[in-house]
């Protein structure tokens, strides 16, 4: 009895296993049939689109960090839309690929895109722990859902994503939807991809990441909101331990390896925006750039940008100015080849993004007239010719008055300019006529409308310090002037050059006119209004200053750069009493043009042609007599002093 009864119970047994083997078969028989009457579904009613979008993948891109880097290829400033800066399979850590497939997909190189056994254990995961304790997307459905498919979690979106996951996996290799993924997911703070978070988080570049980083960013990546460290630390901590324990279960770490990883401390780079040394000079460039391409590609193109700047000299003009306690510009530009050297647009782009480097008309004040004596030298006049310094008055009313409100009598030409003498300027002004003034004034790279008055002479009419600083290259540059440049190249995503800029130069001014010019200048810092500009080098240029105070100039030049310095307020408040540019601008001049020199070999102008130097009586301008005070002087060959001078000094 007890045997039948035990045989029965066995028979009942094998019953109900072969009645579950049985079940467990036709559900899996209808579950194929489901899986493929929903993918036949799914092809009929978004075949279209998912053609469409695998059209895409083999041009898709996407967005990476533009760089701008200085002349010598150091990084100035990045700009984006998303911060990514891509990272070939190659040049990622093995160890990081091996954390993200730990964490997020064991079965990566095994699947055909999506990882059946991967749904299941999730699937039996999130029964036993509660709805979405752990996710079933590939690391193929999770590129295919990032970068073609809108993030709302819907049912036909899931479908999508694992029918392009396939389609992912027909089209490329592992190692490239591994690349690709690692490259595009997000990490918070403005971080895409690995290379970026790495910076971000740890301010290192992914080859110097150890393996307790590795495991901190792969937790990142899983919820950025809520395992950033800079948000919860302890919470990026648990997701590091978490992402450690399934590496060494995987066989990827030792134990030992993991216990040193949770060992090694954590040191985060710091969430403090790192301001660009040229910030008005990214804005700049970036205006120049997009004039050759659209924003897409200029902010998310991954370009490299390489342009003119001297960082160095850079972060000189940006400390001169900002010791100077004033508001202003600096701008500094290789007379030779136009080459923007440093741009300063303001004392803090932070309280104001106006480049008053470009963008500020403001009256020049007495750096307008050199463009007067240029004119002149070439309409009969010369260094030496006389002019009496005296009261004026005009029909209108008008009387200009000098700076000391003092008169000389009569003075040369070169005195008057290195003493900046108001009188002189109007009288040969007057002389030369306006129009020719202004038509040198536009053959040197002036374009700002220009008044047709008298008033001329005093820098009334408004301009930029960019353009005083491109004209003024002609006195340094044998009377050629550049057209400004700041970009001399740009790289595309592949590295392959799409653009290149070489110097653009024109004949304004005769070489022996800047020559000459030149060496007056020299005199406005040797002996005139400039001399806090002096730096021990041949060089030259003018201050300037206008009514009231209201604004101080200084533009120079040494054969080697020409160096613009504005100060003045934007509400055109005055400067303050006796703040002309020869105490204000002409210092921080001084300052940027050492900096520059320091290590460069001295060079002195280029005599050309067609020119005599000799020295002067500093007084009559006449070859000078025993008694006389001698200063040497530039002339065109055939206009130099013949008569002695015969007056006591």
């Not at 240029?374 to 029909?395: H, K, Q």
Request: net charge positive; aromatic share 10%; glycine share 8%.
């Amino acid at each position: 009895m007890k045997e039948r009864t035990k045989l029965k119970r066995e028979n009942n047994k094998k019953k109900k296993s072969t009645s579950f083997l049985r079940w467990v078969f036709a559900s899996f028989l209808v579950g194929l049939l489901t899986g493929i009457v929903a993918v036949g579904l799914a092809w009929f009613l978004w075949g279209s689109e998912l053609k469409a979008v695998s059209a895409q993948i083999d041009s898709f891109r996407p967005k990476f960090t533009t760089r701008i880097y200085d002349a010598r290829g150091r990084l100035v400033d990045e700009v984006f839309v998303e911060n990514r800066e891509f990272a070939s399979f190659e040049e990622i850590p093995e160890i990081l690929k091996k954390a993200f497939i730990a964490s997020e997909d064991q079965h990566f190189y095994s699947h055909p895109g999506v990882d059946l056994t991967g749904i299941v254990r999730a699937f039996l995961a999130n029964i036993e722990r509660g709805w979405g304790a752990e996710g079933a997307s590939t690391i193929t459905q999770q590129l295919a859902r990032n970068q073609f498919l809108e993030l709302r979690k819907t049912f036909d979106r899931k479908i999508k994503e694992a029918m392009l996951a396939i389609l992912l996996e027909k089209k490329y290799p592992k190692e490239k939807i591994l690349e690709a993924y690692l490259n595009q997911i997000y990490f918070g703070h403005g971080a895409y991809g690995v290379k970026s978070a790495a910076r971000v988080f740890f301010g290192k570049d992914l080859s110097e990441l150890n393996l307790a980083e590795c495991a901190m960013l792969t937790g990142i990546a899983r919820s950025p909101y809520n395992f950033s460290p800079y948000i919860d630390f302890e919470a990026a901590q648990r997701q590091q331990r978490r992402v450690l324990e399934r590496m060494q279960e995987l066989g990827f770490i030792t134990q030992k390896q993991k216990e040193e990883a949770l060992a090694t401390p954590i040191v985060l780079a710091g969430l403090e925006k790192k301001h660009s040394p040229a910030p008005y000079f990214v804005d700049f460039v970036l205006k120049e750039l997009l004039k050759l391409y659209d924003e897409e590609m200029v902010f998310g193109g991954g370009l490299k940008v390489y342009t003119t700047l001297d960082l160095d000299l850079q972060k000189k003009a940006k400390e001169a100015l900002l010791e100077s306690g004033f508001q202003g510009a600096i701008l500094c530009m290789d007379p030779a080849t136009g080459f923007i050297k440093a741009m300063v647009g303001g004392r803090d782009y932070q309280e104001s993004k106006f480049n008053r480097a470009y963008q500020a008309h403001r009256q020049p004040g007495s750096t307008f007239k050199p463009f007067i004596y240029t004119a002149a030298m070439d309409s009969g006049f010369t260094p030496s010719s006389i002019i009496v310094d005296e009261p004026i008055t005009f029909p209108n009313g008008w009387e200009p008055q000098n700076y000391d409100r003092r008169f000389r009598g009569e003075v040369t030409l070169r005195e008057g300019l290195e003493e900046s003498i108001n009188i002189v300027g109007i009288k040969l002004l007057q002389e030369v006529g306006i129009d020719r003034v202004i038509e040198y004034a536009r053959k040197m790279g002036i374009q700002s409308p220009l008044r047709k008055d008298l008033s001329l002479a005093l820098g009334t009419s408004e301009v930029t310090l960019l353009e005083l600083v491109r004209a003024y290259s002609a006195f340094a540059n044998q009377g050629k002037i550049p057209q400004p440049v700041a970009i001399l190249r740009v790289e595309d995503f592949d590295g392959k050059v799409i653009y290149s800029n070489s110097p653009s130069v024109r004949q304004a001014i005769s070489p022996q006119t800047a020559y000459i010019m030149a060496r007056l200048l020299e005199g406005v810092l040797l002996r005139g209004t400039g001399k806090r500009a002096y730096f021990g080098r041949p060089a030259g240029g003018k201050t300037g200053t206008t009514e009231d105070y209201v604004d101080a100039w200084f533009i120079g030049f040494s054969p080697q750069l020409v160096c613009g310095v504005f100060v003045g307020n934007d509400d055109r408040t005055p400067l303050g009493p006796s703040k002309t540019g020869g105490v204000v601008a002409a210092p921080i001049f001084k300052k940027v043009m050492e900096a520059y020199h320091r290590d460069l070999p001295v060079k002195d102008f280029t005599k050309p042609s067609g020119v005599v130097e000799l020295e002067v009586c500093a007084k009559s301008g006449l070859l000078p007599s025993s008694t006389c005070p001698r200063v040497k002087t530039a002339f065109k060959e055939g206009t130099e002093p013949t008569f002695i001078c015969n007056q006591l000094h």
